[in-house]
């Protein structure tokens, strides 16, 4: 990646052979513009440094690390227990996927068999962090290229799934729900009728959300064709998720990979050809209404029993006893405070986050703190190849394109 | 019967109370236009969007544009250190002025008699009243240009390039959509072209009683050209360009604050109630009312009343026109994407120009034909 400091000598380069005889007026008339860190269409704090020829995109490069918390090395100093809210802060918009994601990969470290009740529910969570995420990524893909209502239709489906999230955890968008071998709580009662009842609203707002822009001509015109990535490229930047397979491959680790519930689920995979910001936003709006589908099966099939694995390591003492119990209020202190032993080794369970593939490697040498954590984050991998899509296109086309990849700072940045 | 009444008062003063009960219908409608039209905008947005929309000061939220105009008037008038400051603070100015001055020959009633004195219901009688409204609109873009380069700002400038861009180019569709009125109409005086809307619909001899003789069942061509043409010089959605809020931040109005800022917002809108007006004349009739003749002959008014009330009524129904005009203005800017530049001078240069020029030539062969 190109620094800051690259890009100035480069403008200065420009600048030095602006009096060579017969060079081309237009490309030394060149301006270096700015979109980010703070601009309303980058969305979290990431920079994009445009030199531009008129209104084209000459070259860009990207910087990164303004919203860099060292989560990874959090991931080495707190407890398992206590990374979990941190989680939540990678992608805030699916943040249900991000805690899923990393307490399985926890468990496998510690081998510990989960419940199928809390299995189902998790893979319902997942598609419902999914719906919540793709929503916000063509809300605000549109919403930046002026369709307000658009974007503010998807938004309010949100809100009525983040409702549905507060009565299972109680918090809105940083859940901190799932706990390594268990959940923060069981399904509350007529959760299900109530999920059932989203989906009809949020179909017939998908419906409205599709009438309103994929044929609309301007929409159209203004997606088309922009921010290409071909499929070997896409691969090659290690692109995953809806903008892969909106580059024509055919990958996705719910079928590829099944993991949590997803073999005993029915559902398609989308893949668009044209590479481009219409197909991204095609496949996003198709895997919407593929998540409606896996959630009225997993409404169905629900299983019910215990949320918690029977494994006296990680079991969390329940409130009643710790109340009533000096061991039990002793057990807790202690597990809290000092956490539980994972033993050693390294583990990493990818999973298929709504933006790509999302994945904690973990190394473990014993004690109740990994050792070394890495995040697999789509966003990163994303975000590299934006100047390769927007070289040559005009600045508005700059804006298309880093909507239609969703790149969400937190996951980012890290 | 009002010429009794008024039979004592000298005509020279007819004319001076009649110019002052004008300036102030028209200086109303215009200064009234941004803070209401803002609260409408608010309002339908959100019932579009399935939200409530600003409901808290005063009834319905109304009040709500008072209290942001006492905000802007108090806020601290801010000056950027890197601007040229005279053109900075001399640009809202120029923008929001020929707005401002535009309307002045969009005739909102009839010609009205009072005591032997014509009196013709629009700010100025003027001949030229088309060729002024061209001249005078265009002037706007200097004001716009101004502020983006003034404002020492690269997304202002960008915002300063388009605009002048864009206007220069939709100009010229919308005079040439005009020029086929202008031919149908054989007149470039608005109120003349107003008044030759009254009666039913008819094409030569063929007459369509249920329809009024409107512009836009003889010019629906030039009538599609004006809308979008009026679109883009309103610098609204889906030609807001020029203030491009994702790419180029705000525009050209990026370094200004406070009341600066809220003229270029009132200027805005009183372009965007210039063209609701001059759409309304063009190919609305304008100030008339069909059938508002006979429903108020059915009331059996007294003589003196009459004429007053249907007056009335006719400056109420020009009124109702613009605000519908005003309606479409707010629905269109919340279902719409954005253009792009590049789309949007294609659009402009390669399909509206062409357009409003074949519709140009159809009319004058048409009339030609019609004369010879």
């Known amino acids: ?414 | 019967m009002a010429r009794e009444r008024l039979v004592n008062v000298e005509p020279t003063q007819i004319l001076l109370i009649a110019m002052l009960a004008k300036f102030i219908f028209v200086l109303m409608l215009l200064l009234n236009a941004a803070p209401l039209m803002a609260w409408a905008e608010r309002r339908i947005c959100s019932w579009m969007q399935n939200r409530t929309g600003p409901n808290r000061v005063g009834p319905f939220g109304l009040l709500q544009s008072v209290a942001d105009a006492v905000k802007f008037i108090f806020k601290e008038d801010l000056i950027p250190a890197h601007v040229r400051k005279w053109y900075y603070l001399v640009a809202p100015g120029i923008c929001v002025v020929p707005a401002f001055l535009t309307f002045a020959v969009v005739p909102f009633g009839p010609v009205i008699d009072v005591n032997g004195q014509h009196i013709s219901l629009q700010l100025t009688e003027m001949n030229v009243g088309f060729v002024y409204i061209l001249s005078i609109s265009s002037l706007a873009v200097y004001g716009i240009i101004i502020a983006s380069w003034a404002s020492n700002n690269k997304y202002s400038m960008l915002g300063g390039l388009r605009s002048t861009a864009q206007m220069i180019s939709y100009e010229l569709a919308m005079g040439m959509s005009l020029i086929a009125i202008i031919l149908l109409y054989n007149t470039v005086n608005l109120q003349e072209i107003a008044t030759s809307q009254g009666g039913p619909l008819h094409f030569g001899n063929f007459v369509i009683p249920f329809l009024p003789n409107w512009g836009i069942f003889y010019q629906p061509l030039a009538c599609v050209i004006f809308t979008v043409a009026a679109f883009a010089e309103t610098n609204r959605l889906p030609f807001d360009l020029p203030e491009g809020e994702a790419e180029i931040v705000a525009g050209y109005h990026l370094e200004y604050g406070g009341m600066k800022w809220s003229l270029f917002f009132m200027a805005e809108y009183a372009h965007m109630l210039t063209a609701s007006g001059l759409f309304a004349t063009f190919f609305l009739g304008g100030w008339h009312a069909p059938g508002a003749g006979a429903l108020l002959q059915h009331l059996h008014l007294a003589e003196n009343i009459f004429p007053w009330a249907l007056v009335a009524i006719q400056v109420l129904t020009f009124t109702l026109k613009v605000i519908l005009f005003m309606l479409f203005f707010i629905v269109i800017r919340f279902t719409l994407p954005r253009f792009r530049y590049d789309q949007l001078m294609k659009l402009g240069w390669k399909i509206l120009v062409p357009l409003a020029l074949a519709n140009v030539i159809i009319t004058a062969a048409v009339i030609a034909a019609k004369t010879y």
């Open chain 1, 1 to 414: 990646m190109i620094t800051k400091t690259d890009v100035n000598s480069k403008k200065q380069n420009q600048f030095e052979d602006e009096v060579e005889e017969g060079a081309d007026l237009f490309e030394n008339s060149q301006m270096l513009i700015n979109i980010g860190p703070q601009h309303p269409a980058t969305h979290g704090t990431l920079r994009m440094a445009c030199r531009l020829n008129g209104e084209t995109v000459v070259d860009s490069v990207c910087e990164i690390g303004y919203l860099h918390r060292a989560m990874e090395k959090l991931g080495e100093v707190k407890t398992y227990h206590k990374f979990i809210p941190y989680t939540d802060r990678l992608n805030y918009c699916s943040a249900l996927q991000n805690n899923v994601a990393y307490v399985t990969t926890v468990e496998k470290l510690l081998g510990i068999e989960i419940p199928d009740r809390n299995i189902w529910i998790r893979t319902m969570v997942s598609e419902i962090a999914r719906i919540i995420d793709h929503l916000i990524c063509v809300g605000i893909n549109a919403f930046d290229l002026g369709a307000m209502t658009f974007f503010l239709y998807g938004f309010h489906q949100r809100e009525q799934a983040y409702t549905l999230i507060e009565q299972l955890c109680g918090s809105r968008l940083t859940t901190t729900y799932t706990r390594v071998g268990g959940l923060s709580g069981d399904l509350p009662d007529g959760f299900i009728p109530r999920l059932k009842e989203w989906l009809v609203e949020l179909e017939a707002t998908l419906k409205e959300m599709d009438k309103l822009l994929t044929t609309n001509r301007i929409w159209v015109d203004r997606t088309k064709g922009v921010g290409i990535m071909s499929a070997d490229d896409a691969l090659s930047y290690s692109m995953t998720g809806p903008c892969l397979r909106a580059s024509n491959v055919n990958v996705d680790l719910r079928r590829d990979r099944p993991y949590l519930a997803y073999k005993s689920l029915e559902f398609d995979v989308p893949v668009a050809k044209g590479c481009d910001v219409y197909d991204r936003y095609l496949v996003r709006m198709r895997e919407m209404h593929e998540s409606v589908r896996i959630l009225r099966q997993i409404a169905e099939k629900m299983p019910s029993g215990p949320i918690w694995a029977d494994d006296k390591r990680v079991r969390i003492p329940e409130k009643e006893r710790v109340h009533n119990s000096m061991e039990s209020l002793i057990h807790h202190f202690k597990f809290f405070m000092e956490g539980f032993d994972v033993p050693p080794g390294e583990a990493y369970c990818p999973m298929e986050g709504p933006n790509g593939e999302v994945g904690f490697y973990i190394i473990s040498k014993g004690g109740p703190k990994a050792y070394r954590m890495r995040i697999r984050a789509p966003s990163f991998f994303m975000f590299q190849p934006a100047p390769d899509m927007v070289r040559g296109q005009p600045i508005a086309d700059v804006i298309a394109v880093i909507g239609s990849v969703n790149i969400i700072a937190g996951e980012l940045d890290r």
